[in-house]
């Protein structure tokens, strides 16, 4: 969840600051549209949907395993789901509204910041360096090497 709300930060900013979104976004919801697909298809991380996979199951370009009325429920579940986390975005970053507009303000002036730049900028992260590669170790993505990834171009339509 985390992950998809800052992957729809840049569009959150966009509404915030100019109150229109542009194309620039498109990787990004590309991203956040794959990654709510799976929570719900694949890994079952849905109450609504239970705990059902359809990976692999769809092989056949016409045949779904699923029905009609379970295809709609996914594809609603899949907006609730990335509109929660554009709405979680913006309500960061309109509490944050100073922050967003220093760190723009700099990129004007400085095309690359670093971590230094951030920290001295908007100050250091609010957890332990620690506790975030610690979080980040659970939650890590299957290895490529691991037979149990996903490939996007395979997930349910």
């Known amino acids: 969840m985390d992950r998809m709300c800052m992957t729809m930060g840049g569009r959150a900013a966009e509404r915030i600051v100019f109150d229109k979104i542009s194309t620039g976004a498109q990787n990004d919801l590309d991203q956040v549209t794959r990654m709510a697909y799976s ?9 609504k949907v239970g705990n059902v996979s359809f990976y692999g199951l769809s092989s056949d370009s016409y045949h779904k395993p699923y029905s009609d009325e379970t295809a709609r429920l996914m594809d609603d579940e899949v907006r609730n789901l990335i509109d929660s986390q554009y709405q979680r975005a913006k309500n960061l970053l309109t509490e944050k509204r100073h922050e967003l507009n220093l760190l723009a303000q700099t990129l004007l002036e400085k095309e690359v910041l670093h971590k230094s730049d951030l920290e001295r900028l908007i100050g250091k992260r609010p957890f332990a360096e620690e506790e975030r590669f610690e979080h980040a170790h659970v939650a890590e993505a299957p290895k490529e090497s691991d037979n149990t990834s996903v490939e996007p171009e395979s997930l349910p339509a």
């Open 39 to 47: 929570m719900i298809s694949v890994f079952g991380m849905n109450d």
